[in-house]
Structures are given as C-alpha cells and as structure tokens.
C-alpha cells in the first residue's frame, strides 16, 4: 500500500509559481544546505525570499557564503544564522563581523570533506572514514567557533577520531542531517530533473537529494529534458520553480586584453609574486594534471610555454582551465579557485564537488601547487590560520595536502623579516608530512628522506645570506644550480 505522503510526492506536480510558495513550510532552527561556489549557482532567489521571510536560527552549511549584501551576506546582517558550517568564507566581512562579534558559530570544514559529508547524507551513509586533517585542528579539535561578545572563546571545535587501516591513518567524519537543500539549476523539467550550466554543477548536484526536501531554482522549466541532457535525475527534487531574475555576478574579473592580464580588483602581483610564478611555471611537464591552489599559484598560467600541455583542475570541477577571458568573452559561470573569470581548452570537462575531490584523494592529480605561510624540515605545512588574527578558513588546501600527489608550495622566502621556513612549524598545520618541494623568490629546497635540500639559488644571494633568512636546518646540493626564472 503506497502511502498518500508519499504518492504525494512522486505523482503530484513537482512545480511551484515562486520561492515563497516552495518555501511554505520551513521553520526557524532549520538546518539548510545551500549550493555554489563563490558565486556561481547559488541560489541567490531562494535565498533572498529566505531573507524577506525572517526565518532565524538556520544551522547554514554551504561553500558559499557570497558577498556582503548578495546572496548568504543579506542574511548574515539580519543575523538569520546561528551557525555556518563551511571551508571558506570568501569575501564575506559580514560574516566575519558576525562571529567575532559572538553573534554566529562558525565551524570550519576541509571542502573535500564537506562534500562527502553532503554526498553521505544523499545516500544515507553515517559516516566515512578520510585523510584530510590529520595532524591538523581537525583531527585535535581546539578552534574557538563561537566567541563571546568580548571576542574570548566560548565554544571549541571537537576533535575526529582516528583509525588505521592497512598501515595508513583516517579521520572519522559523520554526514550532515539537513532538513532542507536549496540548489540552483539551468534547466529543470516537470519530473524534476535537472541540468546546470558549467560550474554551477559543483556543490548542487551533490545536494540534490541529501536532506529531507529539496528545492530547486531553475532559470528556465521545460516539459521534458532528454535523458542524455539530465545531471541530477528527478527522484533527488521535491519542488522546483523557474526564478524571475539571475543576476550573474562575478566576484573578481581578470581580463586578457592584447596579451596584457588586466585584474580589475588589483594589479597581478608585486615583482617577488611574479618571480615565484615564473620559476614555479617551469615544475609544470606536458601531460599533467595540476591543481591551483588561490593566491600565488593561481598566477603561474600566464608563464608557461605553448609548448607545455597541462589540464588544470580546480575544486569547483573544472579540469581544463584555459587564460583569462576577453571582454566579450566574460562567463560568469566560468571561475578558477581563487574565484576569477577564465576560460577552457578543447577537452575541458566539469564534475561534481565529491566526485573532483575524489580525484584529488585518489591520486589521480600529478601534481598540486599551494601557498603556505610556513614549512617545516619534515614537510609539515600551514597556509589557513594564524591565531588571533583573521581566519577565512582552509577552503580545499587540507584535501589537496593529502592528495598523495607531488606536492610544490609557493611562498615568499619570508613575511616581513620573519623566516617562514622552520625546524618546526608554529601555526596549526594544513598537513603533516605532505610538502615534496618549496620555492621561493630567492631558492627553491626539496624536502627529501634526510632533510631539506638546497637544490637551487639566487646567485644574488650568498649562502651566509640565506642562512641567515632560513633558520631550519638544511644541507647543499653538490648539484647546485642557479635560481632559474
């Protein structure tokens, strides 16, 4: 006997007039999920009506916490949150002034396990067991992600428990349990099914269907998608609507204009980012594929050869990253990792977040390339948090450490006089023992089986110099080469 609630379900129209109607029955202390990456597919319609509908007290996991006044920002200054569960709060200082102000917990979570702890709950799966964290304030627990009013901690994360297998450790993290996925679409026909355009498909595919509702926005509704044409099939969507605007912002445009990139928020770099960039480009090898992380990493294609074929991938999904855009050619669906518009090469591909970040800790990346702000001797990195100062969050940098693939960081020599490569680490890690080889704007080190090795050097820079900026221990390569730019 089929139930009414049920039958209800999957035999009555999918189909509302608006958000506001989709959204009849949510109440306050919800836990939602809500799609994007940056700014692309979110679901900046379903979130506004949330906003004019004062609903309070949401529990809000999301890798994408917008800007202010856009999208999770509205919602953020009339405080309709009472915790965030993310990896990246972006340029979100909205959001910031609400946590150091006591007024939201925010929790930090590594991207790769935020989706997987998102795909978890899509297939009613308790837990799983991942290498991202260990060794880091994920597996110790400790980070103060709900303060007082006078900016002291009030509530500290927990820790993960640990197990090994077949000789290698795991952290234990436990899916989400969301009453209500809010994802965003392309397409959308009357059964539910779904079709997103470019990036949009990264966090809302696997949202689809993870919670106990799911409402989808969709800019356009047709009567059937052809089944080869389909990305999330209909079973995973409870409601749907065809939204009356799309505003299609872009968080940071970066042009091509006549061989010269244009960023419109900032110039490229200082002279010191750049030269990292260029020796960085020359670890790249025809017929890798590469991650970017943000920051300086997210400079190096403008440097490489022609000549040197690599596929980029990004966390959002995309694999075969091409150059900056032309003006014509802006796509605001189309976004590195450090949210600036690019284009794609012939072959380029676009998957969904749990199924890029499977790439990522299943060893299928050559190579991963990550800012850091300090190195150890072993290979420990931190690149996300400094203690009473400004956290932002880890965004993917945790899942790509442990990605098992060859792991360069780039990172000026030092920050403000202060040597940022140590015997040992003093801000919390990223990860353990991860970390293959450092360059810098003056030498370029590779941490090997008996320690750091110096492999090349600025000729400007005598070796008493260097030693002086670069406290850990290290011995010379017989090899060694000039600094090559």
């Known amino acids: 006997m089929i139930s009414r609630n049920f039958a209800q379900r999957f035999f009555s129209t999918k189909v509302f007039k608006n958000a506001f109607e989709a959204l009849y029955d949510i109440k306050d202390g919800a836990t939602v999920l809500v799609g994007g990456f940056g700014l692309p597919g979110v679901p900046e319609n379903t979130v506004r009506a949330l906003n004019k509908m004062g609903v309070k007290n949401l529990d809000y996991i999301s890798n994408s ?33 609400q946590y150091l102000a006591g007024k939201v917990e925010v929790e930090f979570v590594p991207q790769g396990s935020l989706s997987e702890k998102i795909r978890s709950a899509q297939a009613n799966i308790g837990a799983f067991y991942t290498p991202t964290g260990l060794g880091s304030i994920v597996e110790l627990g400790g980070f103060p992600c709900l303060l007082n009013s006078d900016g002291s901690p009030k509530k500290y994360t927990k820790g993960r428990k640990k197990a090994v297998f077949n000789g290698k450790e795991y952290l234990l993290e436990e899916a989400f349990h969301p009453d209500y996925s809010f994802i965003k679409a392309h397409i959308g026909d009357r059964h539910g099914n779904l079709r997103y355009r470019k990036i949009s498909k990264s966090f809302n595919a696997v949202m689809a269907g993870a919670s106990r509702v799911t409402i989808a926005e969709v800019d356009h509704i047709v009567d059937r998608l052809p089944p080869e044409k389909i990305h999330t099939p209909g079973i995973f969507v409870d409601r749907l609507y065809q939204c009356d605007y799309n505003s299609k912002k872009v968080e940071r445009i970066k042009i091509d204009s006549n061989d010269e990139v244009v960023d419109t928020r900032k110039t490229l770099g200082t002279s010191v980012r750049d030269r990292i960039s260029k020796r960085l480009a020359k670890e790249m090898e025809s017929g890798m594929y590469v991650n970017l992380g943000i920051g300086i990493p997210s400079e190096i294609p403008p440097y490489i050869p022609p000549s040197v074929k690599v596929q980029f991938q990004v966390e959002n999904g995309l694999i075969g990253v091409g150059p900056y855009p032309s003006p014509s050619d802006i796509d605001s669906d189309l976004i590195n990792a450090a949210k600036e518009t690019v284009t794609t090469l012939p072959g380029y591909s676009i998957s969904d977040s749990a199924e890029t970040f499977g790439m990522m800790r299943g060893k299928h990346l050559h190579m991963t390339i990550l800012g850091g702000m300090q190195v150890s001797v072993k290979g420990d990195l931190a690149n996300w948090y400094i203690p009473g100062k400004k956290a932002t969050g880890m965004g993917g940098a945790m899942d790509l450490a442990a990605s098992g693939a060859y792991v360069v960081v780039g990172m000026e020599h030092t920050s403000r006089g202060t040597p940022r490569i140590l015997n040992t680490c003093t801000y919390p890690l990223t990860a353990k023992e991860c970390v293959n080889r450092i360059v810098t704007e003056i030498a370029v080190l590779d941490v090997t089986d008996k320690g750091l090795v110096l492999i090349e050097k600025d000729p400007a820079v005598s070796l008493e110099k260097l030693k002086e900026m670069t406290p850990a221990d290290y011995t010379v390569s017989k090899d060694l080469k000039d600094y090559r730019v």
């Not at 920002?73 to 200082?93: E, H, V």
């Open 65 to 97: 916490m917008g800007i202010p006044d856009w999208g999770p920002g509205m919602m953020a200054n009339d405080g309709q949150m009472s915790k965030i569960s993310t990896s990246f709060l972006g340029g979100n200082p909205a959001i910031e002034a």
